[in-house]
């Protein structure tokens, strides 16, 4: 294997070069030649001129409380009518929806808008995870993923792109998807200064943008682009990286107007009382990971305390002006657990072998800084999250945006399960299951600037559901597409249950149990070609060799 420094390293390293660094990516014309071959749809029914969901609970996203019975009539791509027809145990018949051409009886199922997950990226077989674009976009689909906010990956603005309109013209298994390129690699030339940075964002949006993504740059260059952005109307997102907090973190780039923050980095560094700079020791070194994972446990206890006055200063500040958070807790959960996130039960049927090798302990891999993890470190996590959360939930409480990202692919974190472990780490923090839903839905849509077409079920909104049986709200483990575990009392045998059971995009229904299927065949066959047994994958260190990319 070829030793290379990873991508976020690499971005985190000329962070904190005065210059900007170089983009790495394709130019527009070497796009396709990068790019999967993702086959056409051979899932999915629809759209039918009339579809009618019979006798099922809505959840509609807007933080109402579950309503039903009814029947919920979907005419193409949109919601068409929403009808009550009586009360639970009582249906009046008189009531019901007129016949449709395509019929689901969904008793005991309840329907919830298309999730948004609003930190994704998109890989192929050609970065250096080496896992199939069409395996992560079905992973997404199954798990009731409509929408995703796509913020920086090694492809070039014009492969999302396209695969963006082929999602829209629904010929591929994909949620519709929105771009937001990562700000440093959108030109080929170095960005500078910033008349440059202006530039590169104005070509980021000729090119098919819909957003950026920060992560760093020299001072006067990323608030150039930030306000640029707000100019010809691109939305913008960042991570706080460790080598400009001290400039910029999010109290500076919320005022220069920025509009939401990933993951949490640049939070607690506004909430300094006695320091300027986080305390990092002498030896720190921020590319080697663990030094840098392991430091950021330690973070927020540099923090001001809940509630204090600084705490309550930057709270204010930030909801007055409107910042969303898009905290993606489960990124980092196996900074906390590293054996409950690398035993997961999904792990041995839906996580692809590369991917496998690409989270184990290396060097060269983003996320995969597990060399020499310790009981110190998951006790700091811990403490971590604590304080982390108690932020985030009162945001929430006082009228915040808070939406659900997974950051998957990365760290243990498999697409598609990562995001109903980030609704449970929601759960944790102080939402009410609720409160979860309406983050991953109407919340999440409105981040994107898509809430008068997405997040809510009304008539005339796109039909965009989630179907799934029994009461999400009792149990979130239902969303998993593995489910969960029941006693069967009848049997006295325990049985898995749950799992979502539709996913409607545009009016397309998908079976999500076929697709989870076909999601497992994926994965044995790539086992099979690298000649590893089914099951689980070894936890120790794979014979690389075995596993090389095609």
């Not at 041995?348 to 995969?368: C, I, M, Q």
């Not at 939406?403 to 399960?417: A, E, H, K, M, P």
């Amino acid at each position: 294997m070829t030793l290379r420094f990873s991508s976020f390293a690499v971005l985190l390293a000329a962070a904190s070069m005065l210059a900007a660094p170089l983009a790495v990516t394709a130019r527009p014309q070497e796009a396709k030649a990068s790019a999967d071959i993702i086959p056409g749809r051979t899932l999915g029914i629809g759209p039918f001129q009339r579809v009618v969901l019979r006798n099922v609970t809505m959840i509609d996203g807007t933080g109402a409380p579950a309503q039903g019975p009814v029947d919920i009539v979907l005419s193409g791509d949109r919601i068409a009518e929403i009808r009550t027809i009586g009360v639970p145990g009582a249906i009046d018949p008189k009531s019901r929806a007129a016949p449709g051409d395509h019929e689901i009886d969904l008793t005991g199922h309840y329907v919830m808008p298309g999730f948004v997950d609003a930190h994704t990226h998109l890989h192929n077989t050609q970065d250096e995870q080496g896992v199939p674009a069409d395996y992560v976009l079905k992973l997404w689909i199954a798990s009731g993923i409509t929408t995703v906010r796509e913020v920086g990956s090694n492809r070039p603005i014009e492969w999302l792109a396209e695969v963006k309109a082929r999602s829209a013209r629904n010929e591929i298994v994909a949620p519709r998807i929105d771009i937001y390129p990562f700000f440093h690699r959108i030109r080929s030339t170095p960005v500078n200064d910033a008349v440059s940075a202006r530039a590169a964002i104005n070509e980021a949006k000729r090119r098919g943008a819909d957003g950026i993504k920060f992560i760093g740059g020299a001072e006067d260059v990323l608030f150039a682009a930030i306000d640029e952005a707000r100019k010809i109307g691109l939305h913008t997102t960042m991570h706080h990286a460790q080598p400009v907090v001290a400039y910029a973190n999010v109290l500076d780039t919320s005022k220069a107007g920025l509009e939401s923050m990933e993951h949490w980095y640049g939070l607690p560094e506004a909430m300094f009382t006695d320091r300027q700079l986080q305390r990092w020791p002498n030896e720190f070194v921020n590319n080697d990971e663990q030094d840098r994972f392991g430091e950021s446990g330690k973070l927020w206890l540099q923090a001001a305390e809940p509630g204090s006055e600084k705490w309550e200063s930057v709270m204010s500040t930030l909801l007055e002006r409107n910042f969303a958070l898009d905290p993606t807790f489960t990124a980092y959960l196996a900074s906390r657990d590293l054996m409950r996130m690398s035993r997961a039960v999904w792990h041995d049927e839906y996580t692809h072998p590369a991917l496998w090798d690409f989270y184990r302990p290396s060097r060269e891999h983003h996320g995969s800084y597990w060399f020499d993890w310790t009981t110190e470190h998951e006790v700091a996590w811990k403490d971590n999250y604590r304080r982390w959360m108690t932020f985030v939930n009162e945001y929430k409480n006082r009228g915040g945006i808070v939406t659900v990202g997974s950051d998957s692919g990365y760290i243990y974190n498999l697409y598609g399960f990562g995001y109903a472990q980030e609704m449970e780490l929601l759960r944790e923090a102080g939402f009410s299951p609720l409160e979860v839903i309406h983050a991953a839905t109407q919340q999440g849509a409105r981040l994107l600037g898509h809430a008068d077409q997405l997040g809510t079920i009304r008539v005339g909104r796109k039909a965009d559901l989630v179907v799934v049986k029994g009461n999400p709200l009792a149990n979130l483990k239902l969303l998993f597409g593995t489910g969960t575990l029941k006693l069967n009392d009848a049997t006295g045998k325990p049985e898995r249950v749950g799992g979502i059971v539709w996913t409607i995009k545009d009016g397309i229904l998908y079976d999500a149990k076929a697709l989870r299927a076909d999601i497992r065949r994926i994965v044995a066959e790539a086992k099979a070609a690298r000649g590893i047994a089914p099951g689980p994958m070894p936890i120790e260190a794979l014979d690389t060799h075995a596993l090389t990319h095609d």
